[in-house]
């Protein structure tokens, strides 16, 4: 069974950093990409970072710069450090697994509260 397990999500205060991972585990597939959504109460989810098998990156305009987003070497693991933090990225933010067979797998999601 395939499972994806975010971690790193906390309260912190407007300015602060926090670091994101996501692990793949049961399956032996292959990735083509792993990607972070958020949610904000009363929104939709929204695209927030994504990177190829190949290393490309994508961002949503209002994270560049702040977020960046990486792998490890087997590319069943990715992270999102996120700095620079601002009160409108409060949200619970997932994680999602898209394998060479371009099927896709979600995790439970971690909460990223920025107060002060």
């Known amino acids: 069974e395939v499972q994806l397990v975010e971690s790193g999500g906390g309260l912190v205060q407007p300015g602060g950093s926090l670091r994101l991972s996501c692990a793949v585990s049961?399956?032996?597939?292959?990735?083509?990409?792993m990607r972070w959504f958020r949610q904000a109460p009363g929104k939709e989810r929204e695209f927030v970072s994504s990177?190829?098998?190949?290393?490309?990156?994508s961002y949503v305009d209002s994270v560049k710069g702040r977020f960046t987003i990486s792998q490890d070497h087997d590319k069943k693991k990715a992270y999102l450090q996120m700095n620079s933090l601002k009160p409108e990225d409060t949200a619970m933010y997932y994680c999602?697994?898209?394998?060479?067979?371009?099927?896709?797998?979600w995790g439970q999601g971690t909460q990223v509260t920025v107060s002060s």
């Open positions: 999602s697994w898209i394998t060479n067979t371009r099927s896709e797998f």
């Open positions: 049961g399956s032996t597939f292959s990735t083509f990409a």
């Open positions: 990177i190829l098998s190949d290393g490309r990156t």
